[in-house]
C-alpha cells in the first residue's frame, strides 16, 4: 500500500501544556483514519513511540504497520524525523516551540484489538491511532475527534471524559494520562444504545450492526442482573472504584470475541444471537447457546 501525503489539519484546541490529538475520519472508503498531535512543550530531539501490544491481548500486534504519512511541524515549517524503529520516531526540533505531528493510520482490522473504519461503522483503540510523546507519558491528554460530513445519523461512544461534545457525542474529550488515552476504545456509527444503573455504577450498552428485530430491553434486563451480582460479590457494601461503564458490542454476520478495559468493554458477537422480539404469530424467542456466551 503506498503512503499517502498528511495533509496539515488545524488544532482548534491548544492549551499551553499536555499533549493534544485530533481525529479526523479522512477517507471511509479507504480505511483512512488522519491524526494531528500537538505538543505545547516538547523535549530537544522529541521522541515518538507507538505501541506494539494492546493490554488484555497479550501478543506482539505491531499497530506501526499501519501508520504512514508522518510529517513532523514546529514554527510553521516541516523537520526531519528519523525513524529509530519499527515503531519509534525521533524529530530534528527544538523544545522552544510546540511541535506537530501529523500521519493517517489505515484501519482494516474488524477484531477488538485494533481499529476500523468504513462507510457503516469506525472503532478504534487508541493504542492503534495515538503516539506516545515521550516523557509526557503522565501528563494529561486530550483528543479531538470530528464528525464525519454526510454521516448524520453517526454517533460516538467512549468512556473517555467528555469536556465538550455535541449531541452526539463528537468533540472534544480528556484523559488524566495516555494510558488511559489509550485504554479507552471509541465506537462510532449509527449505533443502538440503551442504559441501566446498578451498584452505584451507570452502565451504558452500544450495538453497532443489530438487526431491526433485536430485543436491547432483554439485553439491558439480562445485563444489569450480572452486573448487579458481580458488584456485590467484588464490592460488597463497599463504593466501586467507578461511575461509568460502557459496553461497545459490534453485531456482525458470524464472530465472537471480547477485550476489557478500565472502564468499558469492546465486543463482538454474531447477529443471530442477540435477542429478538417477536411479532404476531411469531414464536418468543429462546437465548441460545451463542447469547449465553455473550453474557
Not at 455504577?201 to 430491553?217: Q, Y
Not at 460502557?246 to 472502564?263: C, I, K, P, Q, T
Request: aromatic share 10%; proline share 6%; with cysteine.
Amino acid at each position: 500500500m503506498s503512503a499517502r501525503r498528511s495533509l496539515p489539519v488545524a488544532l482548534t484546541h491548544k492549551p499551553a501544556s499536555g499533549v493534544h490529538f485530533r481525529v479526523e475520519l479522512r477517507d471511509l472508503h479507504a480505511h483512512l483514519f488522519a491524526i494531528t498531535l500537538h505538543l505545547p512543550q516538547p523535549q530537544a530531539k522529541q521522541t515518538f513511540q507507538l505501541p506494539a501490544w494492546i493490554p488484555g491481548s497479550y501478543l506482539l500486534r505491531e499497530f506501526s504497520k499501519h501508520l504512514q504519512g508522518l510529517q513532523a511541524w514546529q514554527g510553521g515549517q516541516p523537520i526531519a524525523l528519523t525513524q529509530l524503529d519499527k515503531c519509534t520516531w525521533r524529530t530534528d526540533g527544538a523544545s522552544n516551540a510546540a511541535l506537530e505531528l501529523r500521519y493517517e493510520v489505515y484501519a482494516a482490522d474488524t477484531s477488538v484489538r485494533s481499529a476500523w473504519l468504513d462507510a457503516s461503522r469506525a472503532f478504534f483503540n487508541g493504542t492503534s491511532v495515538f503516539l506516545r510523546a515521550l516523557g509526557f507519558e503522565q501528563a494529561p491528554h486530550t483528543v479531538q475527534i470530528v464528525a464525519p460530513a454526510g454521516k448524520p445519523d453517526w454517533r460516538l461512544a467512549t468512556a473517555l471524559c467528555a469536556e465538550k461534545v455535541d449531541g452526539s457525542g463528537f468533540g472534544r474529550y480528556s484523559a488524566g494520562n495516555y494510558d488511559e488515552l489509550v485504554d479507552c476504545p471509541v465506537e462510532i456509527g449509527p449505533f443502538w444504545e440503551g442504559a441501566f444503573d446498578t451498584g452505584g455504577i451507570h452502565h451504558r450498552w452500544v450495538v453497532s450492526g443489530a438487526a431491526p428485530s433485536f430485543d436491547g430491553a432483554r439485553l439491558l434486563a439480562d445485563a444489569q442482573k450480572i452486573c448487579a451480582a458481580a458488584i456485590a460479590f467484588w464490592h460488597g457494601a463497599e463504593t466501586p472504584p467507578l461511575c461509568d461503564y460502557v459496553f461497545l458490542l459490534n453485531a456482525v454476520d458470524d464472530g465472537y470475541g471480547g477485550l476489557e478495559h478500565r472502564s468499558s468493554t469492546a465486543l463482538i458477537a454474531a447477529r443471530r444471537d442477540l435477542p429478538r422480539s417477536h411479532g404476531d404469530g411469531e414464536a418468543t424467542w429462546k437465548p441460545g447457546d451463542g447469547y449465553i456466551t455473550l453474557l
